[in-house]
């Protein structure tokens, strides 16, 4: 099988290592250029959308903001999988508050803004203090304001309206403010046949807006409840392949966030912690192969590594710790790679994390400065 990946990123780099064993082979479509490249050593392997299609049994994507012009192309392959409207719905919170609300699925409250009149009646029905989300475009808390008090509001429009100008369709989505006390985040498949298979949940630390550690938990009544929530969204959609949701856990009451049609990096973890991985099970998914075990196998944690390229070698000689670089240029902030780490029970686990956040550069590893 030969699968094409729009985007070219860490995300399409791991499917490729995970379809290897099952003779899965993967391109990725780099969605700026138009080329088509390997996806472990970025060489251009060929030129534009409709060669990539032509040469792919099955299309695709490793991120929500894909120009909509070349998803219609991709549906009318026939060869796109989870279904284009997924991927729309992730690039736009407009649709995905819709699909949650039509899919009966508890998300904050929420108005759309298009103008200054929508803003004053957002804060009407809404009310303070709100979280302020561009409606296109936004990833790791970036293209959003928190509003909570009313003398911010002419600032906030000011800023807001210049995003607005900024892109054709751009609209502010207006959220409650959940007072949450911690985010988990459910990642599972659902196959060509229906079946929904879904891994423990994470829970996860955002560090400035950026994800920067995940953890398997083990906690049964949150897991049924976010399982119902991940299949009333995932048969709505007739979805193909692995998806995620984010969560506020509100006191075990859950609340969806926001979904992300694909692999996501709360479920990096799975390469070590799960019987199948979540990059495997997503080519199991579009392949319309029987998707693969989601056990746990063990206590198993995720650290993000931002914007260093290095890390001492002790970790590598560390037993539990396993390294996945992306072979990514070095930027301020950027993930450039994450450390998955496992231990045989979950208190070892966080003495583990303990003795890493020892060794490791607090800048690159925030979440282990606390
Ligand atoms: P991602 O990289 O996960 O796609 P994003 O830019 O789409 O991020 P969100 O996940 O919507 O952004 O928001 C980023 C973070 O901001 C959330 O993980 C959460 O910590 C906080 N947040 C978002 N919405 C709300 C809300 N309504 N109430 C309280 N906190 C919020
Ligand atoms: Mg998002
Ligand atoms: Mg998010």
């Known amino acids: 099988m ?59 994507a490793e991120f929500e903001h894909i120009p909509h012009p070349i998803l219609d192309e991709c549906e009318q392959s026939g060869k796109f999988l989870p279904t284009t409207e997924a991927i729309k719905a992730g690039g736009d919170r407009r649709i995905e508050k819709a699909l949650l609300d039509n899919a009966k699925v508890r998300n904050a409250k929420y108005y759309v803004i298009n103008n200054r009149t929508d803003f004053d009646a957002a804060i009407q029905h809404v009310g303070l203090p709100m979280v302020l989300k561009s409606a296109l475009g936004g990833y790791d808390g970036k293209g959003q304001w928190r509003l909570k008090d009313p003398a911010q509001v002419d600032t906030i ?55 920067s550690l995940s953890t398997a938990i083990d906690e049964t009544a949150l897991q049924a409840q976010a399982k119902q929530m991940f299949t009333a969204v995932a048969n709505s959609l007739d979805y193909v392949g692995v998806l995620a949701l984010e969560f506020f856990d509100l006191d075990g009451e859950l609340l969806v966030n926001e979904i992300a049609p694909r692999v996501h990096n709360s479920g990096h973890w799975t390469q070590q912690g799960a ?19 989601t056990a746990l196998i063990r206590p198993t944690a995720m650290l993000n590594i931002l914007g260093e390229d290095t890390l001492p070698e002790s970790v590598l000689a560390e037993a539990g710790c396993h390294v996945h670089w992306y072979g990514k240029e070095k930027r301020a902030g950027r993930k450039m790679g994450h450390i998955n780490v496992c231990a045989s029970t979950p208190d070892a686990l966080m003495n583990k994390l303990h003795a890493l956040s020892q060794q490791l550069d607090s800048d690159a590893f925030p979440a282990l400065k606390r």
């Open 157 to 211: 429009w000011d800023e807001m309206a210049q995003c607005i100008d900024a892109t054709p369709n751009q609209a502010i989505v207006a959220e409650e403010f959940v007072p949450f006390h911690r985010e988990v985040s459910l990642v599972g498949a659902r196959g060509k046949d229906g079946s929904v298979v879904v891994y423990p949940l994470a829970e996860n630390v955002h560090t400035d807006g950026v994800l």
């Open 275 to 293: 019987e199948t991985c979540q990059f495997e099970n997503h080519l199991r998914a579009v392949c319309g192969l029987p998707l693969g075990s």
């Open 2 to 60: 030969h699968v094409l990946v729009l985007g070219a990123g860490q995300l399409a780099r791991m499917m490729s290592l995970a379809g290897a064993p099952l003779n899965v082979e993967i391109s990725a479509f780099d969605v700026a250029s138009e080329n088509i490249v390997h996806p472990l050593t970025q060489t251009v392997i060929g030129q534009g959308l409709t060669s990539a299609i032509a040469r792919a049994d099955v299309i695709t």
